[in-house]
């Protein structure tokens, strides 16, 4: 099977509304290569990545915003996150998501425009911590996954 | 129109029957108000049915602990059904399991 390669570039606003659907994934449970869970647990981390490098990355958003819950249960980050879509200076910036399939794996990398971030690899993924809890879900469906360009681009491995 | 999740009152709990995944803000929002909802009618016990959840993302799960925490501020308690499948393997992945206790009844 040669390498197959497909890539998506979509703006903030359409990822923030739409989310991404991967095509390929459904074509390669028809082939056989992956069953339908598998395909279930690709999408989620790609859906996690993706909203990581629309939310931390193009819109910069902080995760302790989470925590600043208003009278009305409306959180910082949700209002931020509304406010910030509105803007072109945030909502115009892009993600790339580029996906590659050969006969022994698939690979997703995801690329946002953001200002980057530092992975503190030491520290545990506790359920109260809303930081972290993205990629922790990421590492649990991929085989293996990696950062570059300052946390602004994720590679995700799932192994056939 | 907005979503909206079936909430019941029980003697001193209230339930929130989760319909569809809970990976998105429509479902975060109907989850947000379902859950005021019950509280805004004094209810410190409140039980999520997750059982037909299929799939919960961060931003899910985020919702999820929101409650959990409201709750906790008044000296209540978040319950969930008992759970399966891949919903049950992300609440263990996140020690959610040791958080939230299950509802047998």
């Known amino acids: 099977m040669k390498t197959l390669t497909k890539i998506y570039e979509l703006p903030t606003v359409q990822l923030a509304s739409e989310g991404i659907k991967l095509d390929l994934l459904s074509d390669l449970v028809r082939a056989g290569k992956i069953d339908t869970l598998t395909m279930l647990r690709i999408e989620l981390a790609v859906q996690e990545a993706v909203t990581n490098g629309v939310e931390h990355g193009n819109l910069g958003l902080l995760s302790e915003w989470k925590e600043e819950v208003g009278p009305d249960g409306m959180d910082r980050f949700s209002r931020e996150k509304y406010e910030r879509l509105k803007n072109p200076k945030f909502a115009q910036k892009r993600v790339r998501v580029s996906v590659e399939v050969d006969d022994t794996k698939i690979e997703i990398s995801v690329h946002d425009e953001g200002e980057g971030f530092t992975i503190d690899r030491h520290k545990a993924s506790v359920a109260l911590e809303s930081y972290g809890r993205g990629i922790a879900m990421i590492k649990a469906n991929v085989d293996e996954v990696s950062f570059d360009d300052e946390g602004r681009l994720i590679r995700m491995v799932k192994r056939f | ?105």
């Open chain 2, 1 to 105: 129109m907005d979503k909206e999740f079936i909430t019941e009152i029980v003697g001193d709990k209230g339930f929130i029957k989760v319909d569809g995944d809970l990976d998105s803000e429509p479902q975060g929002e109907a989850l947000r108000k379902a859950f005021n909802n019950v509280f805004d009618r004094g209810k410190r016990t409140i039980v999520l049915d997750l059982t037909g959840v299929q799939i919960i993302n961060s931003y899910g799960i985020g919702k999820v602990l929101m409650c959990y925490k409201r709750l906790k501020a008044e000296n209540g308690v978040l319950m969930v059904k008992p759970l399966n499948g891949f919903v049950k393997e992300t609440f263990e992945l996140l020690m959610l399991d040791k958080l939230l206790p299950v509802d047998e009844a």
